[in-house]
Structures are given as C-alpha cells and as structure tokens.
C-alpha cells in the first residue's frame, strides 16, 4: 500500500541553525501539506502546496519557513533560523484532490536545543 | 477564527462499552468533517469522515453523527476494544477549500480489558 515516508524521523539541531525537514507524497497525488505537533498539543496546519505553489499558509508559517518541490517525488520543509518553540513533530500529508483524504507520514520529531 | 473544540480531553471505556467523542465548530462554514486516529509514534491516520448534508454515516463499529444547526459533530465507537486505545482528533476543512484541516484538541482514549 503506498504511504508517505519522512527523513529523519528525528532532527536535533541547536537555535539558529537551519533545518530541512523531507517528504515523499504518494505518487499520484497532487496536493501537500505540512503540519506541525508541540507535543502534547493538536495538529496544526502550516502550509499547503498546489501546483508548485503555497495555496495557503497558517499565521506559525512566518518568513522562517518555505516549502519546496525540487523535484518529481520530493516535498521539503525548510526552517531558516530555528528557535526553541520550532520543537515539535512535524507531519508531511498528500492528498489527490482537496476533499480526498489527507494521508499523514509518521512524522520528523524536530528538538531545537 | 475559525476553531474546532473536542471534548473529553481523556475518556476511559469498558471492554465492550461505547466510546463517546464531541466536537463543535464555530464562527466558519465548514464542508467536510473527517475523524483521525494517532497511535503513539504515529501520523494521524484517516478513520471515517462525513459531510454536512449528512447526518450520520456509520463503517463498521464507528459512527459519525451530525448537527448541522447546532454546529456539533460526535464519534461513537461502539463494542469498544482494547486495540481503539488511541488519541483521537476531529477536524473540519473549511468551504474555502485549500485543504487546510483544522484539527481538535485531540481524545485520549484507553479502552480497558
């Protein structure tokens, strides 16, 4: 069954370093998204990503943050200067089409020290 | 701002009971209402979703009912077994439609033997 896969399943990295956080979606689908989870907490949305374009992106996607499809089967996630709150595990997700079901990777737990 | 409240924050059932889980949204029209199960360790997965012109869709041991003019939405898990133990989110999609879920606060359920 396909899936969405995640590299690494954990950064450490220190306060003002940059980070690359990376996705394969599931080959035919068309639309992606990134999410993010402070543990203990909801999943909350960043960004989606249509047609090598952000659709929408949350208040928490501020200028730290891009998104990027270098390729045919990559989806990047990109932290410029991390800051201590930027801990958290973040959730790649694709979907076929906007009201498809949105499938979630296991996720890159990111600790910012 | 658009907002998805859940409720219980923990729940814990019976072998065998019903697992009741609420979620109300406010302030935004929403189209698509989907329930997520995350195991520890785990990306959120999709368990069974439903629409606003629907009241009730039922898979299996798991029911959404809907309320549209009351804006509230509840999974019932019925015959509850130990495997469900899980955290559990509701979410909503917005009729703007970029794809962004806007997920709640999360259930933690323990379903005991």
């Known amino acids: 069954e396909p899936e969405v896969t995640q590299t690494p399943s954990h950064q450490v990295t220190q306060m003002g370093q940059e980070v690359i956080l990376r996705c394969v979606p599931i080959?035919?689908?068309?639309?992606f998204y990134w999410y993010r989870q402070i543990l203990g907490q909801k999943v909350e949305f960043l960004v989606s990503f249509y047609n090598n374009e952000i659709s929408e992106k949350s208040e928490i996607f501020d200028d730290q943050f891009s998104v990027e499809r270098p390729d045919g089967s990559n989806f990047t996630l990109k932290i410029r200067s991390t800051k201590l709150e930027d801990s958290a595990m973040y959730f790649c997700?694709?979907?076929?089409?906007?009201?498809?079901?949105?499938?979630f990777g296991p996720g890159t737990r990111l600790t910012v020290l | 701002q658009q907002q998805v409240k859940q409720s219980p924050q923990s729940l814990i059932v019976q072998k065998g009971g019903i697992s009741i889980i609420n979620c109300a949204y406010e302030?935004?029209?929403?189209?698509?209402f989907p329930w997520y199960q995350q195991f520890p360790g785990k990306g959120p997965a999709l368990l069974i979703a439903i629409r606003p012109d629907v009241s009730e869709k039922k898979e299996g041991r798991f029911t959404i009912s809907f309320n549209k003019s009351a804006k509230q939405f509840s999974l019932h898990i019925m015959d509850s077994q130990p495997g469900d133990s899980a955290t559990y989110f509701c979410a909503a999609i917005p009729s703007s439609n970029t794809g962004k879920l806007i997920f709640g606060q999360g259930t933690t359920l323990q379903v005991k033997p």
């Open positions: 080959s035919n689908h068309l639309y």
């Open positions: 302030n935004t029209a929403f189209d698509y």
């Open positions: 997700a694709s979907s076929v089409g906007l009201s498809n079901e949105q499938f």
